[in-house]
Every structure is written in structure tokens, then in C-alpha cells.
């Protein structure tokens, strides 16, 4: 029965030893080629379990800063710009929505909503809303979803500064200097 | 004494049994630890690295909007510290932002630049340089949708016609489906191709986009709507180079048929664009990088300009 018993032991014991030894060629082995086993063909394998699509407000930039686009993209100067300021014709039907709502929209209420007016009222917002993370988690119909200015200034700058001048004068019935067009075509001339 | 033989005599090869248990527990423990450390995957988190936005058409760079001179200046890449550098990085924040040698050009991010180009050619989106590794970008999503602005608003019937703007939004994934970062290039004096391009980023699409060379791409294949990363091929068709009537330039907005494209955090690619006798040169749509972008959470393989 000793001897059985030994016998059991020792083989015991070989099994184990052996089958360290196989771990260990396996992992060496395995690091030496340094090819770690081949991955699925995509990350994503099933579109139900699938990362949602980013969230993204227009008047939100990709850093999470509020942000409009300059309406006058002219290629003038300042001063040029300045002499013949270009405005926007949803303007001022935006700056009564963000009046109504409480914003500061003009410096001077006697005077048109102008460019001057847009940056300062983005530049308010992000010094009251500086949390770029938290900004950027807006979505892209913010209206009725965000409180407070930024909800204010969404709100408002969705239901007008998306709209065309054609809109505007759909909506007004009030021509502007961009509809109804001007149809006087010359020929094209080269690049500047 | 039967039984006391049989329990003297198979005491010890359960003791030899249970350490062998033991100690076979312990590798099967280790080896699921090896297997799980294999097959788990882990990605490394970068601070910042550069991706280039290729040309969106084809032809030659005939502005370099924002040059920013004289300050910030630093010696010519490839003329030397006699020349200054025409092209520095453009900063749209600083304190004289548009002063381009041909004249004021706004941008509406950073490293303003026009391709002159045939009306009707192809505006294609396209990057470069991501990174394909294990720890670099898989994929992502990406949208295209129009920007309101006083020239970008005349209708394509009127005498001052300039073209729409287009902005494209590009967010980029890691192979475990997180989102390390985005960008945004600007386009302008287009005629958008509105099946993909929305007319707000309200009603905008988002597309999946995968890294055409990463090491695990982001969609499977029946998902994958573009690939970038893959120069000369691919890309994303939004639009076409429009024809700005030749009444634009009485209301102060550029003529004739060019692609504009700009970018954030962008820095023109100057080495390229400057030629040594003084014009701009040929970029190729897909194939040239016009911007060097410095984004964060990847390691970028751009060419530095320092």
C-alpha cells in the first residue's frame, strides 16, 4: 500500500511539475512573439451595443465653447466692415426672444442688433458657463431641454439663427439685402 | 486493524492529493489571470498628437489666409533664419488675426486656406496621419451640416452667389468604444450635396467612419459608411466647388470657383505650400495635407513644422 502510495504521489507531483513547466514554455513562448492573438474584425460587433452618436449643438463648438459663427464674412477689412456693417435678418427677432427671456441681448436697446452685440452675449455665456464637459453634452435641439441663459440663448438661437434670409422674408413678408435675389448675372471672374 | 492499516495507510496520499489540489488550482488561477491579461484589452491615454485634414479638391493653394507677420516670426523652414517664416501658426484668437499678404480673409478656425479649383470639382473629407496602433483611433462618427453666414446666404440665383458654408464634424473612438476627441474643418464656397449635409446640425446625419490601416477597426464592415485615414482613396463626398458670380466681389465676397478650408487648432502644412520663387503649388484632393492638427489623447504621426 506504501509503495501504491508513493507511486500516487510521484505521479502527482509529475503532473503538476509538468504541467507548470507547459504554463511556463506557453508564456514565454507567447512574450517572446510578442503577437498578441488577432482581434475581431471590429470593435464593435453588435450596432445595438454600439457607442450612441456624439452629441453636437451648432452653437456649441467641438471644444465645448458657446460659439456662433461671424455673420459678415467678407473679405473687408474692419474699418471697411465697420462703414457698412452687415446684419443678419433673424437678428432682431433673436434678440427679442433673449430679451424676453431675460438675456441682456442689446448694450444699447436704441440701436440694432449687431455683430458686436452677438459676441458679447457668447462671450457672457462662457464665462458663466465654463465647463466645456458639461457643455458639450448639450444636444442638438437644446430647446426646452436646458435651463437658465445658455437654455435661454439656445432656445433662441435655434428658432431664428438657422433660418435663411429666404425664411425670414417668408416669414416677415420684409424683403432683405439677400432675398429676394438680385438676378443681374455677369460672367465669372478668376479667383482673388 | 483491517481498517486502522487502511487508514494508516491512505493518510499520506490524501495529504500528497490535497497539496497537489492546491497547488493545481493555484496554476489553473494563474493561467485564467495570464489569459484574462491577453485577452482583456487595455489602451494607453496620450497627451496630444497631430493628424493631418487633406486638400478637399484638387488644384493649386492660392492663399494662405492668416499669416500673422511680423509676429510671431521664426526662420523660414527652408530658406533659413534669413527669410522669416511666412506661414506661422495662426492663431484666430490673437490680436491681429486676418492680416494675410493678399489682404484680409476671414476664417472661421485656424490655418485659412484656398484651393483654386474648376467649379463642379469634388469636395472630398479626408484625414491623415491617425494613429493605427493598438492604442490609437478605430474609428468614429462623423456629420456635415450648413453655417449661416452674410456671404454663404446669397441664393445661386442672385449676382452675388458665393457659395455655401459647410462645416464637418469628425469625433474619433478608441478600439473600447470611448471617444477620445473631435475636430472641425470648415468649407466654403461649396454647393453642399444635401443628402449628407443637413441644413442644421438639428437635422444633420451621423455617419460611422472607420480607420482604414487601425489595428481593430471601430464598425464591422456592413456598418462602415466612410474610411479615413486612407490617403488618396475614400474620404467623404459633401459637396461640390461652387461658381461665385462675378457680382460678389461688389458686396465684398471672394469670386471665382475656389475651395476655402480651414480647421481648429490647425497650422498650415507651410512647409509644403511655399515655393521658394513665390506662388502657391499644386495640392492634390485626399492626398496633400493642407492643415497639421494638434488633438488630444493620441499619439498623431504628423510632421512637426518646428
Known sequence: ?192 | MERSDRQASTHPPRRHGGIAILAGTALVSIAVLLLLMRTSPTVKAYASGRVAVLAGTSGTVSTLACYDLPSPSRPHPLLGSSYNDPFPPCNMTDSNPHDGVTGPHLGTFSAPTDIQASSGSGVIVQLDYLPNDSNGVAGGYAIAYEQRTGCGSYDPTSAYWNGRKVEVDITHYNRLSQQLNGQSIMYEHVNPDNSVVGTNSGNATWFRWNNAYAYQMLWPPYAQQLLFNNTGLGGWSIATVAQPKSGAKDVGCSTGAHLHQDATSGEYNHSQWWSTSGGGTYATARVSDMQYVTMSGIIGTAPSNQ
Open chain 1, 1 to 192: 500500500m506504501r509503495t501504491r502510495s508513493k507511486y500516487l504521489s510521484a505521479a502527482l507531483g509529475i503532473v503538476v511539475v509538468g504541467g507548470a513547466v507547459a504554463m511556463g514554455v506557453w508564456a514565454l513562448t507567447s512574450s517572446k512573439a510578442d503577437q498578441p492573438p488577432p482581434p475581431p474584425a471590429a470593435a464593435v460587433t453588435d450596432l445595438t451595443n454600439a457607442p450612441a452618436p456624439p452629441i453636437r449643438n451648432q452653437f456649441i463648438d467641438i471644444t465645448g465653447r458657446f460659439f456662433v459663427v461671424p455673420w459678415d464674412d467678407r473679405e473687408l477689412g474692419p474699418e471697411q466692415k465697420a462703414a457698412n456693417p452687415w446684419y443678419n435678418p433673424a437678428w432682431e427677432q433673436f434678440s427679442e426672444c433673449a430679451t424676453k427671456g431675460g438675456l441682456q441681448a442689446k448694450l444699447d436697446p436704441s440701436k440694432k442688433f449687431s455683430q458686436v452685440d452677438l459676441d458679447r452675449l457668447v462671450a457672457q455665456l462662457n464665462r458663466e458657463y465654463p465647463d466645456a464637459e458639461a457643455n458639450k453634452q448639450i444636444p442638438a435641439q437644446a430647446t426646452g431641454k436646458v435651463r437658465g441663459d445658455a437654455g435661454v440663448f439656445l432656445t433662441c438661437a435655434e428658432e431664428w439663427l438657422t433660418k435663411t434670409p429666404r425664411q425670414m422674408y417668408e416669414l416677415t413678408g420684409v424683403p432683405n439685402q439677400w432675398w429676394p435675389p438680385t438676378t443681374d448675372v455677369a460672367s465669372p471672374s478668376p479667383a482673388r
